[in-house]
């Protein structure tokens, strides 16, 4: 491997890059914004602020769609699942 390309790969990997651009994607098609890039920029903003301890950082579920996904598992309401159901 040349060592530019051995250079690019150590920086995407070391500002984790991939998994930036994979959540911001995964982030644009949930939402669908009418307006991506302004949606990208307040993304952005809210890690940036996330980083540095003044907000929240910006996930794709909240908690209210992982009580919805349990309660869709949890059909008898016994307050757990098991791990096959898990996977």
């Not at 651009?21 to 949930?30: D, E, K, S, V, W």
């Not at 993304?43 to 910006?58: M, T």
């Amino acid at each position: 491997m040349a060592a530019g390309e051995e250079q690019s790969r150590e920086y995407l990997r070391r500002h984790r890059l991939p998994e930036l651009l994979h959540r911001l994607g995964a982030l644009l098609l949930f939402h669908r914004p009418e307006r991506p890039r302004e949606f990208l920029i307040q993304v952005l903003e809210r890690v940036k602020a996330g980083r540095r301890a003044e907000g929240e950082y910006p996930y794709l579920m909240d908690e209210a769609n992982v009580d919805a996904m349990f309660s869709l598992l949890d059909v008898l309401g016994q307050g757990h699942i098991r791990p096959a159901q898990y996977r």
